[in-house]
């Protein structure tokens, strides 16, 4: 409707490198879809959570949960399929960007579901973006893959006693709810959301080229080194706003 | 994007584009001296730009005349395109009935006509089309009076235009402003009262107003109008940049503005028949709807203190940003908060957004929309909108056992969803008080249905934490939502014979058992042993077990085993006890049950039919009253049932488009083929059968290519065709059989007519049996004042000695009516097309006047 301030045409500009088309067919794709791909989920968020949001914007055909490859269970993502056009277009508006089980989700349009797309992609089972998670988000398994992985060695280091990982304190303690949810203090754990991308990451999350995996060691012993510094390493302050800007920059 | 497009864009804004000036003056020389310089060789890119500003952003118009003004100075001939666009624009606009556009170009022309850019005359000449066409079409004879709501809307435009430029007319060209008002004048006594009958927020409004006193949107406009010519067109809200630089403009040249015209309305029927004039009715309202009805929530002493006038622009502003700013967040919640007027408005600007969120029959876009501005805003304005928001929240709340039903069922959606955006947090315990109402009082139903939907967005304990600080109203939670499974082998429930075959489906499934299997081990070993009551519950327990994990297990064990299904319940009778069967399985959680009941009539397993059958079975109808679920499964079977309907009805539109094309395709073809031919046996006189017959084939093979798709696509539009003539079958069956079922429900439960004639006189049928003194209802509609003071006190819900005084079956009636009214007006216009056979079958003498109201109110045909 406002031409004014945002091109209609433009869609998005991720690009999931999975999709088998030029960048043409890509666009097409996205343009005529009636899937659209709902993002930064808690792992804890049910299909009937989805349904009842997603509905508003229209009927609903299906739903996909994105599963880890290796527990089988959600990670973060799903697939929302609608049976017009139009529904799909209003849940992109309206949803994107509000929160559902206290976190602000992210919803853009998707070239459409196929068999093999509801796997994550990371090396561990998840979604890339939990890999290289450097905050403790406990709605989303808490600390990223990565650092998990740190923290294990370290501890072993240490010594540290007995239990597992989840006898690290977490950062923000979960006042109540189920499985340890995190409450009221939406925004701050989306740093990491907001720098990178995780359809980005989707892509190339599995690239073992040079650059990438120097770039990876690069970023763990990054996040190592700032993990002895503060075991919070998180700043807050974030807010919806930042990411549009973000969107339209790259547009 | 280069400069100018940006002062262009921000003019007027607090922005970096203008620095820290927040003056209209210096923003208009800045951005004037950046097109000057751009004019010469981007005039073009200007013109597209300047006039989708305009259009876009009308809240600037002020400013963008100004600075077209001094263009005009510079470069008459630009400017002489501009008009003549916009003339173009607003001919096409007309021509489409564009509203939006047509109100907006309207106004910039006079604020051209401030700017000295259009002669004040040629501004007159176009009113006084858009008042001739109006009064023609309200002229018994001449016009159409069914569509007086363009007329309606022609006068409105003209109207509110005056607020940029009445003073300006008044001084320039007093004599033919004053005839354009005398016509309007004389336009207002002709057309009828604009009743809002059917789509009033408060279901007295819709009782009370009839002809009485209110006015309706044009008088009301037209009344401000008034005020604001004699105050001296003295207003706050429309800044009138173009005084600061009155000394150059009167130098402009003034352009020709070029004839209007108004399209022709459709003829009236021959046939003069109600039904006619309401289905035209209803057409001509569908296209020029109008855009607001005031919610009037807040209380006086609240609300800004503003002219009427500022009241009205202010609300356009709003409307129009919330119209043009759709689907782009950030600068919908900056335009709202940052509009050109010296004066706070928040209250009009809560009011403005629920009263389009409350909006009948619908809001101009989807619920959820508003929904978003409304978190927007809190976040922009922190410290002042959410008390607004609150404030407005509770005095719905208050007047709750009022508000039309489709408007209470959008509140309950936008409140949990809104809460769930605020981490729950509500003073609940201001409302605990609901648990002493009886469980129909519409303020407890309110809180449950409000607890029920945020519970489905998140969890029962999360709902639960919410309530802590008032603790009782834990009490009006959904249970805690787990399957109610018949056959379940955990605890200590007896096993019976039933729970072994359920373990043997459930297990026949686990193995990947096809549905041929299972149907075969049913006709052998369960049906003929057991009976079909049985058969059907251990099948359906068993498989609604199976899918009960998620919504795609759900789905998962419909579509492989749908058949099964299907088998057991070919019939209607069989569908009804199949969907108790899901009742009973999801007795805990209303939602897994309409998604159930949802999913199933979406595979065809059970009819509309069916479901309308159950909603209106005993246990069902005992709820009407207490609990959104039976409405909640039909309002998903009428509007599935529908989005069908709507959905032929594109593919077929846009097949008859595919038609044209490959229609012209194949003559195209074959005129090509046959000129080649043609040409061919001329060729030396010979007969020759081609020199290229390559190219002869060539094209002998396109034309049978296109003739080929013509056909093919005309297949498949015959097949939508019949497609969309069986829906609207299955569609009108299903209307007529709701309709029956709310007349026979109604008529058993309402009072005789001669008790209860009025909404009014139900809702005191109790309180009368208990009062000695009964006033006469015919006194009481004169003394409109008196009447509702009377129904406030007796239907505001909260009275403290004996809290809500309606009776439970005075309370169901008005539910089921308010129902009867809210699906009526939802679909008014599928119902239209089966007028005839309802009020065959249906709306017959003998039916209850109540129920006859509720639907006419609701399709808003006149009563009588």
Partial sequence: ?251 | MSSWKNLLLRIGDKSHEYGASTDFKDHIETCFSSLRRELEHSEKDILDFLVQCVEQLPHKIPLYGTLVGLMNLENEDFVRKLVENTQTNLQDALDSGNCNRIRILMRFLTVLMCSKVLQPSSLVVAFETLLSSAATTVDEEKGNPSWQACADFYITCILSCLPWGGAELVEQVPEEIERVMVGVEAYLSIRRHASDRGLSFFEDDDEAKNGLGEKDFLEDLWSRIQDLSNNGWKLDSVPRPHLSFEAQLVSGKSHEFGPISCPEQPHSPSTLSGITHGKQRHEAELKYPQRIRRLNIFPASKAEDLQPIDWFIVEEYLLDVLFFFNGCRKECAAFMVGLPVPFRYEYLMAETIFSQLLLLPQPPFRPMYYTLVIIDLCKALPGAFPAVVAGAVRALFEKIADLDMECRTRLILWFSHHLSNFQFIWPWEEWAYVLDLPKWAPQRVFVQEVLEREVRLSYWDKVKQSVENAPGLEELLPPKGGPNFRFSVDGDTERTEQHALSVDLSNMVKGRAAAREIISWIEESLFPVHGLEVTLKVVLQTFLDIGSKSFTHLITVLERYGQVIAKICPDQDKQVMLIDEVGYYWKNNAQMAAIAIDRMMGYRLISNLAIVRWVFSPENIEQFHTSDHPWEVLRNTVSKTYNRISDLRKEISSLQNGIVSTEEAATKAKAELEAAEAKLTLVDGEPVLGENPMRLNRLKMRAEKAKEEEVSIRESLEAKEALLARAIDENEALFVALYKNFSNVLTERLPDASRAGTLWELKSVRADSMSVDLEEPSAMEVDNENERQQKSQSNGGRTSSDGYNIGEKEQWCLSTLGYVKAFSRQYASEIWLYIEKLDAEVLTENVHPLFRKAVYCGLRRPIN
């Fill in chain 1, 1 to 251: 409707m406002a031409s004014l301030f945002k091109d209609p045409s433009k869609l998005s500009a991720y690009r999931d490198r999975k999709f088998p088309g030029s960048q043409e067919d890509f666009e097409h794709a996205l343009q005529t879809s009636i899937t659209v791909y709902v993002g930064n989920m808690s792992f804890y968020t049910t299909e009937e959570q989805v349904y009842e949001l997603f509905s508003r914007a229209g009927e609903i055909k299906k739903i996909i949960m994105g599963l880890d490859k290796n527990t089988k269970t959600p990670c973060g993502f799903c697939f929302v399929l609608y049976y017009s056009r139009d529904d799909a277009e209003d849940a992109v508006k309206y949803i994107s960007g509000t929160i559902l089980d206290d976190r602000p989700i992210r919803v853009d349009f998707d070239w459409g579901f196929q068999e093999g797309r509801q796997w994550g992609r990371g090396r561990s089972g998840g979604q890339v973006r939990d890999e290289y998670r450097t905050d403790y988000d406990p709605a989303r398994g808490g600390y990223g893959k990565l650092v998990q992985r740190e923290l294990e060695v370290q501890r072993q280091l240490v010594d540290y006693g007995g239990g597992s990982l989840g006898s690290f304190p977490p950062v923000m303690p979960p006042q109540y709810g189920r499985h340890g949810r995190s409450h009221g203090h939406g925004g701050s754990y989306r740093r990491d959301y907001q720098r990178k991308r995780h359809r980005d990451d989707d892509g190339h999350g599995y690239e073992t080229s040079k650059r990438t995996s120097d770039h990876e060691s690069r970023r763990i012993s990054d996040h190592d080194s700032r993990l002895e510094k503060n075991p919070r390493f998180r700043e807050s302050g974030d807010s919806d706003d930042d990411e549009e800007d973000d969107r339209k920059r790259r547009s």
